[in-house]
């Protein structure tokens, strides 16, 4: 690879005490933005039936994710150009403006437009830790204090339903939404006093708002498409078929426009490297995998073991204790060892064993059993998140971070939504067909399965209750089969990761301002002078 000397240092040098009082803010924001996934699902009946607008509902989801999806590259963008402290505190701002709004909403039109709001600044917080990160952790620490984050997503995950279910019941919906204000004012103010980092000005500033443009176009018809697709509307119907049509057109074209643009929202010559393309494979497989297990094992616990909602989200722990703890554990082995392939090698492994566990449950499969094979499923997960982020991450400049890491959690979002997608479809095929095999009356009364709701199934009778339970196993099984082909492809893109020596530590001294890095774009070597944020 042609290399060029610039005059810009690779992280800039703090103590662990610095490092460890910064994280404290960084952490809180993460736990905003993964938490806000989750928590509104268990309020949902309950604002449906204060505002109204059942038909809108699944915009009040689907706003979130979307808006969170597009602005990932652009909050990256923005950081790498107008310095990571202002542009990061922006989008604090953005999120907390869109929760409270949120909690004001007097329809549903108005919730599902703050929701979007809240998504957009929510892109921001993800994207501007990682991005943060990087630039203030040497390559060789970064394992260490990445861990934690890397920890929030599933404590979320969980977190989420379970928080958003106790405020429903011993407060107000609102609340959920409200009580980001408090916690997102503590980490507005840590990060103004505590964080200070150098922005390396490149030049003239542009920003590619065509390319944003062209990006929220093809993202929006992707994730309309794979959300409504076999719920709404059939996959072969017009509507879909349109907006796959779009999706595919419209991101041709924003390749085709992004190679030929000055400043890209998304510099696609950071896909030339890769590792960091290869990282990207892994991140999708990872949204896909923790999404998978959190998004559709509940259906089992409820429909065939027979759990409330509250019991079948503390059932999911055997998942996500393993998924944290391997998650910290993975990165204290990169900071000693200083490399970091054989983590997402093992994981891979392991995920797909889980998977393939739990594709063969059956309706007598005990509550124990389930929970051993979640907990392999857990440690694989585990030992591919922070690996795939530190593989990224180690593979771009400085320059590039934000935009890196935007990209990165980009694909990890898409793997989430368009993983659930797929799952979905391979879920509903079967639970359907086996439903009209086994019950043809049960599966006409309940649209196919459309409206099995736990409490109606309980007052059905007995041999209903029998075939549902094994139609809802056939459809698990389903998708975890598919699941478990993801996790194969997971481990076989590890196989190919070019194993790289993680560079520096907190506790050395900085080697000097020049480093040997990846040659920038023409018009980003005019101008290099550092400016304190």
């Known amino acids: 690879m042609t290399t060029a000397v610039v005059t810009e240092p690779e992280y800039e040098h703090r103590s662990p005490r610095e490092i460890i009082t910064v994280m404290s803010g960084l952490v809180i924001t993460m736990l905003l933005a993964m938490l806000d996934n989750t928590i509104v699902g268990p309020a949902l009946p309950t604002i449906v039936g204060e505002l109204g607008g059942l038909q809108h509902l699944s915009w009040v989801l689907t706003a979130y994710t979307l808006t969170m999806a597009i602005s990932t590259l652009v909050w990256g963008k923005l950081g790498d ?45 993800v994207v501007g830790v990682m991005s943060i990160v990087g630039v203030l952790v040497p390559p060789a620490e970064r394992g260490k204090y990445q861990g934690l984050f890397m920890a929030v997503m599933p404590l979320a995950m969980l977190g989420g339903p379970l928080v958003g279910g106790w ?52 993202v929006t018809a992707l994730v309309l498409a794979t959300s409504w697709g076999g719920s709404q509307y059939a996959w072969t119907s017009w509507q879909i078929l349109t907006l796959g049509a779009v999706a595919l057109v419209g991101l041709g074209v924003f390749i085709a426009y992004e190679r030929k643009v000055d400043e890209p929202i998304l510099p696609l010559h950071l896909f030339k490297n890769r590792n960091f393309a290869l990282a990207g494979g892994l991140t999708f497989v990872v949204g896909l ?69 739990l594709a063969n449950i059956d309706v007598h499969t005990t509550k124990t ?38 990209a990165n959690t ?111 774009p023409k018009h980003a070597a005019k101008e290099q002078v550092a400016v304190s944020v």
Not at 171 to 188: C, D, E, K, Q, T
Not at 389 to 406: E, K
């Open 81 to 125: 150009l107008y310095g990571r402290k202002p542009v990061f505190m922006t989008s604090i701002v953005v999120f907390l403006v869109g929760s409270a709004l949120t909690g004001m909403a007097q329809s549903m039109f108005e919730l599902t437009l703050f929701r979007a709001l809240q998504g957009l600044g929510a892109g921001g917080l």
């Open 410 to 520: 980009f694909l990890r979002t898409m793997g989430m939504t368009v993983g659930v997608a797929a799952l979905g479809t391979m879920y509903s095929s079967r639970l359907t067909t086996s439903l009209a095999e086994a019950n043809p009356q049960a599966a006409a009364k309940l649209h196919g399965g459309a409206q099995m709701a736990p409490a109606m199934v309980e007052k059905m009778p007995q041999a209903v209750q029998d075939a549902i339970a094994a139609a809802v196993t056939h459809g698990i099984q389903g998708v975890f089969w598919v699941a478990a082909g993801f996790a194969f492809v997971g481990f076989i893109i590890a196989l190919f990761v070019h194993e790289v020596h993680l560079r520096g530590r907190t506790d050395e001294k900085p080697s000097g301002p020049k480093h040997a890095m990846p040659k920038q």
């Open 289 to 357: 995998a923790m999404m998978g297990g959190a998004g559709y094992l509940p259906q089992y616990q409820q429909l065939v073991q027979h759990q409330t909602a509250t019991q079948s989200g503390l059932l999911l722990l055997p998942m996500m204790l393993p998924m944290m703890v391997t998650s910290m554990a993975s990165g204290q082995i990169t900071s000693r060892l200083g490399h970091v392939k054989i983590l997402p090698i093992i994981g891979g492994l392991v995920l797909t064993a889980g998977m393939l566990l």
């Open 167 to 218: 405020i429903t019941d011993n407060a107000s919906w609102r609340w959920a939404f409200y009580v980001n204000l408090p916690l997102g004012a503590i980490a507005l103010a840590t990060v103004w006093f505590t964080l200070n980092i150098k922005h390396h000005h490149y030049g003239k500033v542009i920003i590619d708002w065509t390319g944003a443009a062209m990006l929220t176009v093809w």
């Open 369 to 406: 059993t389930v929970a051993l094979f979640m907990a392999v499923m857990g440690v694989g997960t585990g030992f591919m998140m922070q690996p795939s982020m530190l593989i990224a991450q180690n593979s771009i400049t400085l320059r590039d971070m934000g935009s890196g890491m935007g």
